[in-house]
């Protein structure tokens, strides 16, 4: 059992041990050798009158050479150690058994019931779960083998699927497009502008503002692409993707 938060028959796909050495260990390392470089090579880069930072370069280059390369080095590895905290929160764990599918990540839960779902796959990164009419239950972004979750989900008799049943269904997002429910356009027009400043979580608000409206979407290139599903007369929103 994982941190006990698990049904004891459920599998579980996450980063494993490889993922965390590289963010315990490799992301410190970076930081450290970044940092070092960066001094060692503040002499260098203040002969290249084009280079940017030069105020930067030109004050490490005044420094004495040891104590600004380990001062350096210091600043680097408590960001990549911080780095590595925020990663580790941010991953995504995900077990499955015969009833629910339990998506843990940030210190939050959420399950889905097996009951309502149609559909299992992998969209680019992210690992969609939809329901009987085609609504989205679920979309986490996560780094996670396509491979093992595929594994996971048919294993334990899930609708996996190797593609999204729906692509075909989708349109391109241009504004006034006809077709959409009330409301609707704006809150795309909305949503666009949140996804080009890079806003996940005004992104995220608003796609489960969609849902409600009975439009599902997703994103490609920084570009919105939509379809429209008949809602169940009762429903639970399980959407945190992007």
């Keep these: 059992m994982r941190d006990g938060w698990q049904p004891a028959a459920a599998t579980t796909v996450d980063g494993g041990g490889e993922e965390l050495a590289v963010m315990w260990g490799g992301f410190p390392l970076a930081g450290a050798g970044a940092g070092w470089a960066l001094?060692?090579?503040a002499d260098w880069v203040?002969?290249?009158r084009w280079a940017p930072w030069q105020g930067l370069f030109e004050l490490l280059a005044r420094q004495p050479p040891r104590p600004a390369a380990a001062v350096a080095a210091a600043i680097g590895l408590a960001a990549g150690l911080l780095l590595a905290g925020v990663g580790t929160r941010e991953r995504l764990i995900v077990a499955v058994d015969r009833e629910q599918v339990r998506l843990r990540r940030d210190g939050a839960e959420r399950s889905v019931p097996r009951r309502p779902v149609s559909a299992v796959f992998c969209d680019r990164k992210h690992l969609v779960v939809l329901g009987s009419a085609g609504e989205e239950l679920a979309r986490e972004r996560g780094d996670?083998?396509?491979e093992r979750l595929r594994d996971a989900f048919a294993g334990h008799g899930w609708p996996w699927q190797d593609v999204d049943p729906h692509d075909a269904a989708y349109r391109r997002w241009v504004e006034g497009l006809p077709g959409l429910p009330a409301g609707a356009d704006a809150l795309l027009r909305a949503?666009?502008?949140a996804v080009d400043r890079d806003r996940r979580?005004?992104?995220r608000e608003l796609r489960t503002e969609l849902a409600r409206l009975g439009v599902v979407v997703r994103d490609q290139d920084r570009r919105q692409y939509w379809r429209?599903?008949?809602l169940p007369l009762r429903r639970e929103e399980f959407s945190d993707g992007q």
């Design 39 to 41: 001094v060692a090579a």
């Design 46 to 48: 203040t002969g290249l």
């Design 144 to 146: 996670l083998s396509r």
């Design 191 to 193: 949503r666009q502008r």
């Design 201 to 203: 979580r005004d992104a």
């Design 228 to 230: 429209t599903v008949t």
